[in-house]
T-cell receptor, first 114, second 113 residues
Framework: ETGVTQSPTHLIKTRGQQVTLRCSSQ?????VSWYQQALGQGPQFIFQ???????GRGNFPPRFSGLQFPNYSSELNVNALELDDSALYLC?????????????FGPGTRLTVL | AQSVTQLGSHVSVSEGALVLLRCNYS??????LFWYVQYPNQGLQLLLK??????LVKGINGFEAEFKKSETSFHLTKPSAHMSDAAEYFC???????????FGSGTQLTVLP
C-alpha cells in the first residue's frame, strides 16, 4: 500500500509569483485535505476535496485554490505569493468524510517565499 | 467551534522517565480527538485516536491517552521515555462541515540522556 506522497519537497519562490503543489493520496482514499504549517505552529486547515469537489474551506483567501483529479490526486495553487505564505504545506488523505476517519499525512512541501 | 489547547510548548524529561503531554478540548458535542507526532522535517504520524469507544486509548510506540469528560482533557502519556521519542506532538479535534482537524499549537518533547 502506497502512502501519501507530495512534490516537490522544497520550493523557493519570490513575492508575487504563483506556485503549484501536488499530492497523491493513499491508495483507496477519496478525500484530500490541505494544511498550512507555519514555523513553530500547528497545522491550519486550508480546504478539503471529496470526489473532485471542494468540501470545506478554512480561513484562507481565494488566491489559495485547489483541484482534485479522478484518481483522487490533488493540487494546491497559490497565486500572488506573499512572504507570510512561507510554510510547510501538508496534504492528508482519508477514506471518507467522517469524524472518526483517520487522516494520513504526506511528508509536506516546504515553501519559501523571498 | 471545537478547539484544543496544549499546555506547555516545551517539555523535557530524562530517558526512562514518565512522559505526560497535556491537551484540553473545548467542544459542545462529543469530540473525536487525535494525537499526532512530527519528527524534524517530516509530516505528521498518527499516534492514537479517541472515537467515543473506550476512554483509555492505546497507540503506537507505547503511548496512550485517557479521555476525561469531567476535565475536558485528553492527555498523552508514556511510562518510560526513549531518546527516539524526541519530537513535536500535536493534539487535534475534528470539527466543521469537512470534519477537518483543528490542531493545538504543539508540544516539543526533549528527552535527556
Amino acid at each position: 500500500e502506497t502512502g501519501v506522497t507530495q512534490s516537490p519537497t522544497h520550493l523557493i519562490k519570490t513575492r508575487g509569483q504563483q506556485v503549484t503543489l501536488r499530492c497523491s493520496s493513499q491508495s483507496g482514499h477519496n478525500t484530500v485535505s490541505w494544511y498550512q504549517q507555519a514555523l513553530g505552529q500547528g497545522p491550519q486547515f486550508i480546504f478539503q476535496y471529496y470526489r473532485e469537489e471542494e468540501n470545506g474551506r478554512g480561513n484562507f483567501p481565494p488566491r489559495f485554490s485547489g483541484l482534485q483529479f479522478p484518481n483522487y490526486s490533488s493540487e494546491l495553487n497559490v497565486n500572488a505569493l506573499e512572504l507570510d505564505d512561507s510554510a510547510l504545506y501538508l496534504c492528508a488523505s482519508s477514506l471518507a468524510r467522517v469524524n472518526t476517519d483517520t487522516q494520513y499525512f504526506g511528508p509536506g512541501t516546504r515553501l519559501t517565499v523571498l | 467551534a471545537q478547539s484544543v489547547t496544549q499546555l506547555g510548548s516545551h517539555v523535557s524529561v530524562s530517558e526512562g522517565a514518565l512522559v505526560l503531554l497535556r491537551c484540553n478540548y473545548s467542544s459542545s458535542v462529543p469530540p473525536y480527538l487525535f494525537w499526532y507526532v512530527q519528527y524534524p522535517n517530516q509530516g505528521l504520524q498518527l499516534l492514537l485516536k479517541y472515537t467515543s469507544a473506550a476512554t483509555l486509548v492505546k497507540g503506537i510506540n507505547g503511548f496512550e491517552a485517557e479521555f476525561k469528560k469531567s476535565e475536558t482533557s485528553f492527555h498523552l502519556t508514556k511510562p518510560s521515555a526513549h531518546m527516539s521519542d524526541a519530537a513535536e506532538y500535536f493534539c487535534a479535534v475534528t470539527s466543521g462541515s469537512a470534519r477537518q482537524l483543528t490542531f493545538g499549537s504543539g508540544t516539543q518533547l526533549t528527552v535527556l540522556p
